[in-house]
T-cell receptor, first 111, second 113 residues
Framework: GAGVSQSPSNKVTEKGKDVELRCDPI?????LYWYRQSLGQGLEFLIY????????KSGLPSDRFSAERTGGSVSTLTIQRTQQEDSAVYLC?????????FGPGTRLLVL | AQSVTQLDSQVPVFEEAPVELRCNYS??????LFWYVQYPNQGLQLLLK??????LVKGINGFEAEFNKSQTSFHLRKPSVHISDTAEYFC???????????FGQGTRLTINP
């Protein structure tokens, strides 16, 4: 079946611009997660959505980062006023109890 | 807070040799344990998971791992590796009651012919 999909696969932006990253989870999965993978910090948790509950935003590194999940399915991660240190691969995962299944990621480069 | 330590950043082995990738965790409460593999320019693929039950867990591609509670370890093993196993491997935990994965720093497995 279809896995987690993310778009775009690559994004190059200029410092100070806003970017939006999209995640389509596996159909029927109630939980959705965003992680960031960078050379210096490894894999870090950003935010978690479960059904209609308030999201766990404890991993967001600054108030420039936000995410929403519409209709319990698609999620968008928004980074405002991007900085060079935001350059990383942003990974989305979904689950329905137990293991998390990851998408291919969006590689973000901030120039 | 819980943490995950992968003791080797790089492991080179010859094709058809056995391999063990080591993972230790620290947590004062029960955990769920996972191994993921990442091939170049791809996302993370689940290899295997331990949630409960038998401490020996079998996964995809011939990998297995053993949960050792007394040593707080979850080492990954394969009896005979192939060139196609060249990738980065991540150990991760979720503490019971929480949801986020906490990852180790990864081990790069290189298979030499």
């Amino acid at each position: 079946g279809a896995g987690v999909s993310q778009s775009p696969s690559n994004k190059v932006t200029e410092k100070g611009k806003d970017v939006e990253l999209r995640c389509d989870p596996i159909s029927g999965h109630t939980a959705l997660y965003w992680y960031r993978q960078s050379l210096g910090q490894g894999l870090e948790f950003l935010i978690y959505f479960q059904g209609n509950s308030a999201p766990d935003k404890s991993g967001l590194p600054s108030d420039r980062f936000s995410a929403e999940r519409t209709g319990g399915s698609v999620s968008t991660l928004t980074i405002q006023r991007t900085q060079q240190e935001d350059s990383a691969v942003y990974l989305c995962a979904s689950s329905i109890g137990g293991a998390q299944y990851f998408g291919p990621g969006t590689r973000l480069l901030v120039l | 807070a819980q943490s995950v330590t992968q003791l080797d950043s790089q492991v080179p082995v010859f094709e058809e040799a056995p391999v063990e990738l080591r993972c230790n965790y620290s947590s004062s409460v029960s955990v769920y344990l996972f191994w993921y593999v990442q091939y170049p320019n791809q996302g993370l693929q689940l290899l295997l998971k331990y949630l409960s039950g038998s401490t020996l867990v079998k996964g995809i591609n011939g990998f297995e791992a053993e949960f050792n509670k007394s040593q707080t370890s979850f080492h990954l093993r394969k009896p005979s590796v192939h060139i196609s196993d060249t990738a980065e491997y991540f150990c991760a935990v979720i503490i019971q009651g929480a949801q986020k994965l906490v990852f180790g720093q990864g081990t790069r497995l290189t298979i030499n012919p």
